[in-house]
């Protein structure tokens, strides 16, 4: 049974920062790129970040480039999304998924295969 745990959401200010990180289980951690997707209040889920099966390859939305930067650590079966100079259009549910490495790196409107349940960010004004 596959599980992916998000954790490290909350509330922060604009400009602050956040580390949300997704512990996996129940799949060879290795074989998967690994992705954060947000979704806001009303609207559609988005993604935010991929991070290739070797770490090698990192792919952002427009809007959090230079400011989120995504890691993994293969050894804790854990993915990172390091959230800097938040602002509130930041605030959403934050969800990691899995994805087949077999599929490539796949950045944007996709249906990974494995979710979390999301971690709240919240970032006030």
């Known amino acids: 049974q596959v599980q992916l745990s998000e954790s490290g959401g909350g509330l922060a200010p604009a400009g602050g920062s956040l580390r949300l990180s997704c512990t996996a289980s129940?799949?060879?951690?290795?074989?998967?790129?690994m992705g954060w997707f947000r979704q806001a209040p009303g609207k559609e889920r988005e993604f935010v970040a991929v991070?290739?099966?070797?770490?090698?390859?990192?792919f952002y939305l427009d809007s959090v480039k230079g400011r989120f930067t995504i890691s993994r650590d293969d050894a804790k079966n854990t993915v990172y999304l390091q959230l800097r100079s938040l602002k509130p259009e930041d605030t959403a549910v934050y969800y990691c998924?899995?994805?087949?490495?077999?599929?490539?790196?796949?950045?944007?409107?996709?249906?990974?295969?494995?979710w979390g349940q999301g971690t709240q960010v919240t970032v006030s004004s």
């Open positions: 991070v290739s099966d070797d770490g090698d390859r990192a």
């Open positions: 129940g799949l060879t951690f290795s074989s998967y790129n």
């Open positions: 998924a899995a994805d087949s490495r077999y599929r490539g790196v796949r950045a944007g409107k996709y249906e990974y295969d494995y």
